[in-house]
């Protein structure tokens, strides 16, 4: 679980530092269409971040056997659809062509729904001994 935790220190990093980029470097080089996209992006990785926390904490107190995957879909999820809206929304400032990212957000979303279905499937009571 040590490895899940480290993944998820540095997501946390990422986001706070993209965050920061944000607030501080973005909203004066992009469009307030594009600095409202890049907000949404940042703003799902927070609760990817807040919510991968939560399920690991949980963990202590009832069963959750597919743990492991719920938040691997939940990750790739988050990197798909944050990580493409990051890439589309700064592609003027960077003059990188990532319009081909389109539909990869959607696809980043499914999987985080997913991963949201597997949880409520996979969790069951600690067995007491």
Same mark, same amino acid.
């Given at each position: 679980?040590?490895?899940?935790?480290?993944?998820?220190?540095?997501?946390?990093?990422?986001?706070?530092?993209?965050?920061?980029?944000?607030?501080?470097?973005?909203?004066?080089?992009?469009?307030?269409?594009?600095?409202?996209?890049?907000?949404?992006?940042?703003?799902?990785?927070?609760?990817?971040?807040?919510? +991968?926390?939560? =399920?690991? $904490? #949980?963990? @202590?107190?009832?069963?959750?056997?597919?743990?492991?995957?719920? !938040?691997?879909?939940? *990750?790739?999820?988050?990197?798909?659809? +944050?990580?493409? =809206?990051? $890439? #589309?929304? @700064?592609?003027?400032?960077?003059?990188?062509?990532?319009?081909? !990212?389109?539909?990869? *957000?959607?696809?980043?979303?499914?999987?985080?729904?997913?991963?949201?279905? #597997?949880?409520?499937?996979?969790?069951?009571?600690?067995?007491?001994?």
């Amino acid at each position: 679980m040590h490895k899940v935790i480290r993944a998820n220190a540095i997501s946390w990093i990422i986001a706070v530092s993209f965050g920061a980029l944000g607030a501080h470097f973005l909203k004066n080089h992009l469009s307030p269409d594009a600095l409202d996209s890049f907000q949404v992006g940042l703003r799902y990785h927070f609760y990817f971040n807040i919510a +991968s926390l939560l =399920i690991i $904490l #949980l963990q @202590t107190q009832i069963e959750i056997p597919r743990i492991s995957l719920v !938040l691997r879909l939940m *990750t790739a999820g988050t990197l798909l659809f +944050s990580g493409s =809206i990051y $890439l #589309l929304s @700064t592609s003027d400032l960077t003059g990188l062509s990532v319009r081909f !990212l389109g539909p990869v *957000t959607p696809i980043g979303g499914m999987l985080i729904i997913f991963s949201w279905i #597997l949880l409520f499937f996979s969790t069951k009571p600690k067995s007491k001994l």
